[in-house]
């Protein structure tokens, strides 16, 4: 746990909550001035059993396999967005807020896309091995690689490291090929290693 908190929590889940916790903070702040009825917020026991539901699931993810990318991002979402948008229906001004409404819907539209249209142009514009040559595939390194040919006839490819852009059938590692095959039907078989 010590390593998972010092290594994945503080990295990736600390800034999706201060990315949600901001978000909530910015609509909090634009929506400031609406009233509130006075009624006292009533839980309806569908959400408070919905929310349970996600609490339980919530609980689940977080004890077996806590990494966000294995459905954290919308858990934790739920967990934070559920009680403030409850929060949040009971204004009184409907009129304001549909204004607000728009105005922050616009505002998320024109952030949203702004970020994209500047990523992209960074991507175009790499200078690494990784740029944007043969768009839209991604760069494969060239390797070196050898080959040599079974006794069986199959011809055998190998390089030092991944056989990454390397023909099939390859093996990582250079050296005399010390793999026997056999040829049945037409297919090739690996049979074992050379002695």
């Known amino acids: 746990m010590p390593r998972w908190f010092e290594n994945y929590f503080t990295g990736k889940v600390l800034d999706q909550l201060l990315l949600i916790a901001s978000s909530f903070l910015i609509v909090f702040f634009i929506f400031k001035k609406l009233k509130f009825k006075s009624k006292i917020l009533v839980l309806n026991k569908n959400i408070l059993f919905f929310y349970g539901m996600i609490l339980v699931i919530f609980l689940i993810w977080f004890t077996n396999h806590p990494q966000l990318r294995y459905g954290g991002y919308s858990i934790s979402f739920l967990v934070l967005s559920i009680p403030i948008a409850y929060f949040f229906q009971k204004f009184e001004d409907r009129i304001f807020f549909e204004k607000k409404f728009k105005f922050l819907l616009m505002l998320v539209i024109v952030l949203f896309n702004l970020k ?8 175009f514009h790499r200078t690494d091995h990784y740029k944007f040559n043969n768009f ?4 494969i390194l060239e390797k070196e690689y050898t080959s040599e040919i079974t006794e069986s006839g199959l011809e055998v490819y190998q390089t030092n490291g991944h056989c990454w852009d390397v023909p099939s059938p390859c093996v ?3 050296g005399e090929l010390t793999l026997k095959t056999d040829k049945k039907y037409g297919y090739y078989f690996f049979v074992g290693f050379k002695e």
């Open 172 to 174: 990582h590692s250079l």
């Open 136 to 139: 839209p595939f991604f760069a």
């Open 116 to 123: 994209n249209f500047l990523r992209i142009n960074d991507e």
